[in-house]
């Protein structure tokens, strides 16, 4: 998992990982070493499951931070990481997708010698097709990033048990495509 975790239901953003980064993560002063991912969650629930799950729930009682929209702009607009959608059962790369994609491809070629992660949430036990779907979205978001120059080399797949995401259905439209800054 990231350094910094946010959950994001109905419009609302949380820190429910990396506490110990809140004034950074405020101040936009985070060191680039320091990683955040934001998780999409379909319930309040899967909110605070995130937040038990991380560590950082305290002893007294209470809830995640809550972030402001402008901050989490912020953040999104600076994160390594981007992520495409895509529709359910679908492959097709919308306008969207290619924005995500040459923006990743953009970053990669800022940083030549990173490495560039395709990751994927497929189930361990889910249908084989969930993960052939999740193959060829990773293949086709691969191909694009291969033709706007980032070297085939410099392209990592990962797939994450999708039951570790709280908020994720059996079959995740989402693909996360991260420059590795280390």
Not at 32 to 58: H, K, M, N
Request: hydrophobic share 45%.
């Amino acid at each position: 998992m990231a350094d910094i975790v946010l959950a994001e239901h109905r419009g609302q953003t949380w820190l429910v990982s990396g506490e110990q980064y809140i004034d950074d993560l405020l101040a936009n002063t985070l060191p680039g070493d320091i990683s955040i991912e934001f998780i999409a969650c379909q319930s309040d629930s899967d909110i605070t499951v995130l937040w038990v799950q991380s560590g950082d729930q305290p002893a007294s009682a209470g809830s995640p931070w809550i972030i402001n929209p402008a901050i989490v702009s912020r953040i999104r607009r600076n994160s390594a990481g981007l992520s495409v959608f895509f529709g359910q059962w679908s492959v097709l790369l919308d306008d969207d997708a290619h924005s995500v994609i040459r923006a990743s491809a953009a970053r990669a070629m800022e940083r030549s010698d990173a490495d560039v992660m395709i990751t994927s949430y497929v189930g361990p036990e889910g249908p084989r097709i969930i993960a052939d779907l999740a193959n060829l979205r990773c293949n086709l978001i691969e191909a694009e990033l291969a033709g706007l120059g980032v070297a085939s080399s410099r392209i990592v797949r990962v797939t994450r048990d999708v039951a570790t995401v709280p908020g994720m259905g059996a079959e995740s439209q989402r693909i996360d495509i991260v420059v590795k800054m280390d």
